[in-house]
């Protein structure tokens, strides 16, 4: 079956940078559009960035473009995201999600930005 | 891109049928068929109930339905269920994707 993992959230504070991952299996992760989605607690969804089966075409979210980067590894099933110059309105819990229709989710990783 | 707007909260009886909407423009719900509806349960991650404003996933059940009339969207439970109690978000393509700000569903 499809099984999304993230992994990598954790309190870092303000300006700082963390890199999450997703490790796939159970599908074809290189036929696969994929994105990243957060919510932070108590609040609404967030789409925030998706990225090509083969990687080429890349699209952000306005709250990040410049601070996020989205990039996958089709040979190790993992899909990567790069976060940088963190604020504390990126705390949220980040999911990793197939594409187009966001049909399968991992089950998130917390990210706290804090001093 | 603004949010797609949801009423905060919807409620019915078991046996009932409610109706959450899901109102943007003609850039995004109104511009393309590509309208998706989610529920989500306290502390778990979202789940996929329609997609392509009418089709539903294998496994989801047919009391789930969407629908699409101009810039608003809507997705109706029918037969309304304990275990339907939950937050719902509606999602369009634009481009990029735009969330709905998200409906509480509560079954009386």
């Known amino acids: 079956q499809v099984q999304l993992v993230e992994s990598g959230g954790d309190l870092v504070k303000p300006g700082g940078s963390l890199r999450l991952s997703c490790a796939a299996s159970?599908?074809?992760?290189?036929?696969?559009?994929m994105s990243w989605i957060r919510q932070a607690p108590g609040k609404g969804l967030e789409w925030l960035s998706y990225i090509s089966s083969s990687g080429n075409t890349i699209y952000y979210a306005d709250s990040v473009k410049g601070r996020f980067t989205i990039s996958r590894d089709n040979a190790k099933n993992s899909l990567y995201l790069q976060m940088n110059s963190l604020r504390a309105e990126d705390t949220a819990f980040y999911y990793c999600?197939?594409?187009?229709?966001?049909?399968?989710w991992g089950q998130g990783t917390l990210v706290t930005v804090s001093s | 891109q603004s949010a797609l707007t949801q009423p905060r909260s919807v409620s019915g009886s078991p046996g009932q049928s409610v109706t959450i909407s899901c109102t943007g423009t003609?850039?995004?719900?109104?511009?393309?068929?590509?309208v998706s509806w989610y529920q989500q349960h306290p502390g778990k991650a979202p789940k996929l109930m329609i997609y392509d404003v009418t089709k539903r996933p294998p496994g989801v059940p047919d009391r789930f339905s969407g629908s699409k009339s101009g810039n608003t969207a809507s997705l109706t439970i029918s037969g309304l269920q304990a275990e339907d109690e939950a937050d719902y978000y509606c999602c369009s393509y634009a481009g990029s994707y735009v969330f709905g700000t998200g409906t509480k569903v509560t079954v009386l």
């Open positions: 003609s850039s995004d719900v109104g511009g393309y068929k590509f």
């Open positions: 999600v197939t594409t187009r229709t966001f049909d399968h």
């Open positions: 159970g599908f074809t992760f290189s036929d696969y559009y």
